[in-house]
């Protein structure tokens, strides 16, 4: 019987190409700053599943929203931009 792990080669093989590229880790880094807000906002909205909301708990999910709000209107304004002055040019 042959193991997973000998097959494992046949079925993904490792090369080179699977670095992301300049351009992916660009766009990443542009997006970081959603995620974040995202993350931020998870964590807020998992630490109240065991407990009732407070005011404090309100106040953080509200504000966690409130980032991840402007953190995509960033993103978007900035992609807008990117777009329009490269369309002039």
Known sequence: MKSIAALQSIV???SDGLEPSDA???AIEV???VVLAEVELLD???SMLD???S???ARRIRRA???V???RRDLTNRTADTMTSGDAA
């Open 69 to 71: 709000l402007a953190a």
């Open 24 to 26: 992916e880790l660009d």
């Open 44 to 46: 807020a909205l998992i």
């Open 31 to 33: 997006e970081m700053p």
């Open 65 to 67: 929203r409130n980032r």
């Open 55 to 57: 005011e404090f708990d």
């Open 51 to 53: 407990r009732p909301a």
């Open 12 to 14: 993904t093989p490792w």
